[in-house]
């Protein structure tokens, strides 16, 4: 079924769009990787909150307390509907992604991790998926083992199969990759890492914009997604965990909120979600959070990705039109991402030149320098696309990279 939304409508409703950059060039937002642009719906619930509802929540008896509360528990509700999980006390508030994944390393790694364990991670992990294990590993001397990539930079599937061991603990990986836009077959990787009842993270920084995402239905153990990343506010990031799995875990963080009483001699803590949200959430956010996915949801994940999907066709289209431009990756499956170099050009210097034309592109490693190694190369320059980027936009990409190629020549 083709569905399909109105752009314009959509671009009415991100007031950044329509902004020139140097006096002069209408925006070209093609970072949408590192952050997505907020729809007015966003910012004006967080305002509207912030004039007419703020308390610090769940302590508080009076009024202004009890419906801050009410909209920051509405918010979970939000997101467990968006996540389809089974309970809205699977879903954890943290600052983003990066918290979320420290959060499993840290008390999973406490919880059921020894010397000689294993975490089986991939070579297109984002660094938020390597560096907290390594911090893990001041702690326990545990193995990570990274699923190797093939030349289209889609998972060696068959040498993943291989890798279990008795050690293996934990599987965590990206659901797409924030460079080469590979949609990982999650549910694969899920069904055999459980054949060898081993639990899996994912990753979802990449895949919560861009595709529906139903938990129950991938059975994954965790997942982590970013609220600034999905068209909602900087600071607040989700982690979902099957129930069985958050209970099993120790807290993360100390302090308020996530205490039932507290003496010096003895703590007892919370029940879930509330034992892992240590201190006064960002109840702001988690409101803005929830208008992120209500917008997206009002448009439709399905319809969205397939937008976004034809779009990234496109780019894929007219830039490989371009003499000398290498795109990184070839994978059958790929989200709203490009990650490319212009012969000779510094990915430095293209991105730089492109700005100068009105063009926002992200250059440089992508906080994944092994798979920078892996790819031959220091840094890409990376167009990322949204559900408000249209074809004009990446002819202008196109268009761009043209005359600073002829800067060049
Ligand atoms: N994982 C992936 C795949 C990402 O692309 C990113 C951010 O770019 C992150 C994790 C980290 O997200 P955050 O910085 O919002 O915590």
Redesign the pocket.
Known sequence: MQMSYDIEAIRADFPILSRKIYDRYPLVYLDN??TTQKPRQVVEAMVNEYYNANANVHRGVHFLSQRATDLHEESREAVRRFLGARSASEIVFTR???ESINLIASCFGDESMEDGDEVILSEME?H??IVPWQLLQRRKDIRLRPIPIDERGELRMDVFETMFTPKTKLVSV?HVS?VLGTLNPVAEIIRIAHSHGVPVLV?G??SSPHLPVNVREMDCDFFAL?G??VYGPTGI?VLYGKEEWLDRLPPYMGGGEMIKSVSFERTTFSDLPYKFEAGTPDYIASTGLAAALRYVSSIGMEAIRQYEQSLTQYAVECLSEIKGLRIFGKPREREAVLSFQVGGIHHLDMGTLLDRLGIAVRTGHH?AEPLMRRLGVEGTCRASFALYNTREEVDRLADAIRRVQEMFA
Do not use: E, V
Request: proline share 0%.
């Open positions: 990787a590192a983003g992604t990066t984002h938020s998926n990206t924030n990753d920084a990449q970013s600034h990343k990031g906080c």
